[in-house]
């Protein structure tokens, strides 16, 4: 038996699960992580929480990540969009018309 082996025991699958999400949950990217959500998320929250109704169809949401409304991006055939922005924009639509600040485009 090699020395590597030696020191090798089994574990159960509950153990090994733990250890997992252990190790997953300290990572060290090396930068902070910026939660993102896939538009499809976003469009099934929008609808189940009805948050907007009718709700925003894909192209128009597409089109406020573009315009920046919402900050997201494509990556790999994918939108996303970054779950503070979504959340800023959701609690911007449920204030009131004497809290809400209207951001008009520089000119």
Known sequence: MSDDNK???????SEAEE???TDAANYDFGFEIRPAL???YIEQIIKEKHILKPAPSRQSLIKMIRKGELEGKL???M???YEDSFQ?????????SEQATIQKPAV
Request: charged share 15%.
């Open 7 to 13: 020191n090798l025991h089994l574990i159960s699958t």
């Open 38 to 40: 896939r538009l499809g």
């Open 79 to 81: 939108w996303i969009v």
């Open 75 to 77: 990556v790999r055939n």
């Open 88 to 96: 800023a924009w959701v609690h911007a639509l449920s204030e009131t």
């Open 19 to 21: 250890l997992d999400s």
